[in-house]
């Protein structure tokens, strides 16, 4: 190119509060947005741009999941702005090459637009490098998608100073990859060797889009006349309500709390989920007014059943309770089937592990309504200033991250109105077991009426395991399941 084009100044605009955080953000990954009119598509395009003027040779990829979409928020406003269509090449501020759809600038740097329309049209990425990467809409893409992209996220070796590759993400919430970007940026809930401090979360809303609330109020009016669960997400950027969400009761104002001494009386509970791929267990006190609190969770994969056994015992311990006080262990009905090369049942190699399982049923529109029944809200009155306030049967502490993850995350599922969505299966482990005890509990009498004799009715196969057992276990099932009748 003509040396006369770095001569062209570019006009900067004004950026509002948020935006400017974001211009700002070094981190590995920074996400920005969460309610719509926020100004995200306008900050990831500047974001590239002035990246691409400051450092000489610098690869950035800039995405959209469909390509009517990349035209139309990047394509056009980013020719209009390097004013890559002007003949004369000493009026441009970068060149547009339609066949690859790239921006090349005179130091070197380049800004390449791209779109993943399908699942694996990301694979088209495998094996190149690029310095920065911007997702737009990232909720519109699939996690796949996201760790696919990754592996491009590198040094390109093109740039003439140090740099550390970075990935920048604008979102609303909800779309197929809600889950990964809520997982990562607003639960913070992080997995094999991923950090906390790589991901940062710059929250904005229509509100602070200065532009947009003087030249389209009719737009702020248009979203704040949603249907509720919708303007939640879109007008408040709130990651717990979106359109098709299954426990769309669920608030953690109303159900999630930090932990509080235990009361004087109450009976513990244990329910759980259990398979190689994950371990759901958790600890759950009911107390004399019948309300369900749900305070310590265990959330692990690849346990055999002997080691998921011994987990439970060690967190039972650590949380100041001996096997004994556990009224019961609430599991699926499934887990008394037998291996055909053990002979031996999961509930088998519990029991022989010491933690005896009781079983209960796995109807899942019947367990899902009792769940909604724990966790509908209600208005109360404050004992002591007699104010309104709502509140629900259910409570979880706050430290049951991955639970209180998951359940906003649900979906109704494709066919079965009354059912939960199967997939993605990694969410479903803790809403699972807390299903369990819900529909363990909901058909339950209440807490002052229950008797010892309650527990249990014995079975001929527990008769055996009685009769086969040593004397400690056989005390302890009496302390599980009441006495013989």
């Not at 004004?14 to 700002?24: A, L």
């Not at 740039?159 to 993400?169: L, N, W």
């Not at 930090?258 to 006190?285: E, Q, S, T, W």
Request: glycine letters at 4%; aromatic letters at 12%.
């Amino acid at each position: 190119m003509n040396e006369q084009v770095v001569h062209l100044t570019l006009q900067v605009p004004s950026f509002y509060p948020k935006q400017i955080q974001f211009m700002k953000s070094k981190a590995r990954y920074t996400a920005y947005g969460g309610a719509r009119g926020g100004g995200k598509s306008f900050a990831a395009r500047w974001k590239a741009i002035l990246l691409a003027m400051r450092y000489s040779g610098i690869q950035i990829l800039l995405l959209r999941r469909t390509l009517p979409e990349l035209r139309e928020n990047h394509l056009i406003p980013l020719q209009k702005i390097l004013k890559t269509e002007k003949r004369d090449r000493n009026e441009r501020l970068a060149e547009y090459k339609d066949v690859t759809k790239e921006f090349i600038f005179p130091n070197g740097s380049r800004i390449k637009l791209g779109y993943c329309d399908s699942e694996n049209d990301v694979l088209q990425y495998q094996g190149q490098a690029y310095d920065v990467i911007i997702l737009e809409e990232a909720t519109h893409f699939t996690e796949f998608q996201f760790q696919t992209l990754t592996e491009s996220n590198r040094p390109s070796g093109l740039m003439e100073e140090p740099f550390s590759p970075r990935m920048y993400f604008t979102c609303n919430p909800g779309g197929v990859g809600h889950q990964w970007v809520k997982r990562l940026f607003i639960d913070r809930v992080y997995r094999h060797s991923e950090r906390e401090e790589d991901y940062v979360f710059i929250p904005s809303l229509v509100y602070e889009n200065k532009w947009l609330m003087e030249n389209d109020p009719d737009y702020i009016r248009t979203l704040e006349n949603l249907p509720e669960n919708r303007r939640n997400a879109m007008l408040y950027g709130n990651w717990d309500v979106y359109d098709g969400q299954f426990f769309d009761e669920f608030d953690r104002n109303i159900h999630v709390m930090n932990p509080v001494k235990l009361p004087d009386v109450f009976r513990l509970y244990r329910a759980l989920d259990y398979g190689l791929d994950m371990l759901a267990c958790y600890h759950i006190i009911i107390d004399n007014k019948g309300d369900v609190k749900v305070i310590h969770e265990i959330y692990e994969s690849n346990l055999i059943a002997s080691e998921a056994a011994k987990k439970i015992r060690e967190a039972t311990k650590d949380l100041g309770f001996s096997e004994q006080d556990v009224f019961l262990t609430l599991a699926p009905d499934d887990l008394w089937s037998r291996d055909a090369t053990l002979g031996k049942s999961a509930a088998d190699i519990f029991y022989e592990n010491g933690v005896i399982l009781t079983k209960v049923s796995r109807d899942r529109v019947n367990g899902w309504l009792a769940v909604k029944e724990l966790l509908h809200p209600y208005e109360t009155r404050n004992p002591i200033n007699g104010d309104l306030f709502k509140t629900a049967k259910l409570k979880i502490y706050s430290v049951c991250r991955n639970l209180i993850r998951c359940i906003p995350l649900m979906q109704y599922h494709d066919t079965k109105h009354n059912d939960a969505a199967t997939e993605p299966h990694e969410i479903t482990h803790g809403p699972d077991a807390l299903r369990y005890f819900s529909i363990f509990w909901v058909n339950a009498p209440s807490v002052e009426l229950v008797p010892k004799a309650y527990r249990m009715q014995w079975t001929e196969d527990m008769l055996e395991d009685y009769y086969n057992a040593d004397d400690r276990m056989r005390e302890r099932m009496i302390e599980k399941y009441g006495e013989i009748q």
